[in-house]
């Protein structure tokens, strides 16, 4: 089997008596990205150059180089009106400006060659700097799973700071990388990618070459969040069901009659649709997110865990990016979408390859006889087919799926 790699960030938060060296620090970082990215905007041939290369580039127009220093030979473009800058707090900077220049390049590149380039805008370039700081290694030490030092700047000098930390567990086969410190409200997080490795990186081609067995899973709303068929080639050898929407959506129901009891007791409308915004802004609105995130992490785990049991390195997914039909539910209803992205990670990391195959007509064709179905009047999860094949609604899609993902070539996957 082929040994990789992936990288999985961990959300840490900080606790730090004063945020004034922090938000300093931070302020600093973007006027520095903000200076180099103005100067890329105006130098477009560096971008031909290589990540590495345009970086060196870029520190000698602006710093110069050991013999130009020697020789006390100023720069093309001199980095002034900043303090004194680490070394490694500058590249970090560097970087970023970097990304955010090729990234509206690209932006810039799809509009011209657009169909509806009449039609639409053209893309913007960023006017305001708000970037979230990386501490490249040099500017953190004494890095564990309660504590760090950081490297920040006072306003005056640059100096370390100790803050404790809390968060879960680093795994004790990851790699950390540079941390990335993020704000929301008054709380400071610190956002650490792991390095973790990956037994089996083998692509869809090489384990379809020797059959190896996959599982077809089906996404519906309803108490059962998840079905999964297990597909040996071409049959079907079984069949597992995960549930736990009914109780989800039992949780979500008390906190919108909390939230509405709260509403009416301050004398304002219960139409949500007209207080979307008010709504959004609250804390009721974070409460049901996280039971989304419980959720969906809690299905994604047990579909990860089966395919362990069963043997399974492939799982086969329906394709939602392209149904804007489905965005128009309730917000807290259907969850396809978020457990599909869950489960692409996690799967990966146990060395199980997830696939995504378009939907189009796996709802409404029978999965033995291909004919039309229509749903069970009396059992709305059953359905019904005119040749008198008859099972599960979701279980039909999630075997149609299996057999979509059978035809197709494997070039095209």
């Not at 500017?139 to 000098?157: A, C, D, H, P, S």
């Not at 869809?204 to 996404?219: C, D, G, K, S, T």
Request: proline letters at 4%.
């Amino acid at each position: 089997m082929k040994q990789g790699w992936i990288t999985i960030t961990y959300q840490f938060l900080l606790f730090q008596k004063s945020n004034v060296c922090i938000d300093t620090t931070r302020e600093l970082y973007n006027q520095v990205l903000k200076f180099y990215y103005i100067l890329l905007s105006e130098h477009n041939e560096l971008l031909k150059l290589s990540d590495h290369l345009l970086l060196r580039e870029l520190e000698i127009l602006t710093i110069g180089t050991k013999e130009q220093k020697s020789a006390k030979i100023n720069p093309k473009i001199p980095l002034e009106g900043f303090p004194k800058l680490p070394i490694y707090f500058r590249r970090a900077a560097i970087s970023a400006a970097i990304g955010m220049m090729r990234s509206y390049k690209k932006r810039i590149e799809s509009w011209e060659y657009s169909k509806e380039t009449q039609e639409k805008k053209c893309p913007s370039s960023p006017t305001r700097f708000l970037a979230a700081p990386v501490f490249y290694k040099g500017m953190y030490r004494n890095f564990n799973q309660k504590e760090i030092e950081l490297k920040v700047f006072t306003g005056k000098r640059w100096e370390w700071i100790y803050s404790k930390l809390k968060g879960r567990k680093l795994p004790d086969n990851g790699k950390a990388c540079s941390p990335i410190l993020k704000q929301k409200g008054k709380q400071i997080f610190l956002y650490v990618p792991v390095k973790l490795p990956v037994s089996d990186i083998r692509t869809i081609r090489e384990r379809m070459n020797i059959q190896e067995n996959f599982l077809a899973l089906a996404v519906p709303n309803g108490d059962c969040m998840a079905v999964g068929v297990v597909f040996e080639m071409t049959n079907v050898i079984a069949t597992r069901f995960f549930y736990g929407g009914k109780e989800m959506k039992a949780y979500c129901e008390r906190v919108l009659y909390r939230l509405r009891k709260s509403w009416k007791s301050r004398g304002e409308t219960q139409n949500l649709q007209k207080q979307n915004e008010k709504f959004i802004n609250s804390r009721w609105y974070k409460k049901i997110a996280a039971i989304h995130e419980n959720y969906t992490h809690q299905i994604s785990h047990q579909i990860i865990e089966y395919c362990k049991q069963q043997q399974i390195s492939m799982i086969v997914v329906p394709k939602y990016q392209e149904m804007t039909d489905i965005l128009n539910r309730r917000y807290y209803g259907w969850l396809g979408r978020s457990l599909i992205s869950k489960l692409k990670y996690k799967a990966f990391r146990q060395g199980i390859i997830v696939s995504s195959i378009r939907p189009y007509h796996m709802t409404n064709q029978c999965s033995n006889c291909g004919a039309k179905i229509k749903r069970n009047k009396d059992h709305p999860l059953l359905f019904e087919c005119p040749n008198g094949h008859n099972g599960n609604f979701a279980r039909n899609t999630a075997i149609n799926l299996g057999f979509r993902f059978l035809k197709y070539n494997l070039d095209d996957l």
